[in-house]
């Protein structure tokens, strides 16, 4: 098998890990779930890495001067996964947005999902970029109540697993939710067109809820 390959078929197996950890957590009472941060769900990617062979020297967290940027010595790569044997070097932004405690979950947090994107686009340590993306029902709910910008979430978030789309900001994007895609508070650069293939897609527990469901999406950045 040509080692390119193997490779890919190595990190969809740490995808699938991954997921069957995450489902394991958000399947605890509902109660429960405020605990899980965004942190605990780096960690279990972290895990799901070595569980397959990736040695935890080879990942880095909180990784500077990673991005080709100005501001960029301001930045932080949440996590860089090194060449190594198993999987291909790769550059991961996390995001995990939910209702905390008795604040609601809110819009334009997605603005901050989409500044992951762009600083992923000038990320220079990797072969592949990803961004990791975990969305509570609350915050799914609220992309599907917007007029303006909720179709563009709900296209990202439902493209189908290994389809390549085209995505830019849509000309409803407010002046306020287009600056949160800058990709550094010094800089001019905000979010432009860009290609972006949904790499693994999975529908998640919710407590003791069997309605509704998290959403787990694993996007590459071209």
């Known amino acids: 098998m040509p080692e390119k390959l193997e490779k890919e078929l190595n990190l969809q197996k740490i995808f699938i890990d991954f997921a069957i950890l995450l489902n394991e ?6 109660d429960e779930l405020n605990q899980i941060s965004e942190d605990t769900i780096r960690y279990l990617f972290f895990y799901a890495c070595t569980q397959n062979g990736i040695k935890p020297n080879e990942i880095d967290l909180e990784e ?10 301001e930045l932080e790569l949440d996590m860089h996964i ?10 991961i932004e996390f995001k995990y947005h939910r209702q905390e405690g008795s604040t609601q ?9 989409i500044r992951d994107f762009n600083r992923l686009k000038k990320s220079k340590c990797s072969e592949k970029r990803l961004s990791v993306y ?6 799914q709910n609220e992309y599907k109540k917007r007029t303006d910008w909720g179709a563009f979430m ?15 900001l849509p ?24 290609d972006i293939v949904c790499r693994f897609s999975k529908e998640l527990a919710s407590g003791n809820n069997d309605k509704e469901k998290f959403a787990l999406r694993i996007f590459e950045i071209l």
């Open 25 to 30: 957590r958000f399947s605890n009472p509902s």
């Open 64 to 73: 500077k001067r990673t991005f080709d940027c100005t501001g960029s010595e």
């Open 154 to 168: 709900n296209e990202l978030m439902s493209f189908p697993e290994g389809e390549k789309r085209k995505f830019s």
């Open 134 to 139: 975990v969305a509570s029902p609350q915050m």
């Open 105 to 113: 979950a809110k819009f334009d947090w997605a603005g901050n999902l």
């Open 171 to 194: 000309s409803e994007a407010s002046a306020t939710f287009r600056e949160k895609t800058k990709l550094a508070k010094n800089s001019t650069e905000y979010f432009t067109e860009t």
């Open 82 to 91: 090194k060449e190594n044997a198993i999987i291909p070097s790769i550059a």
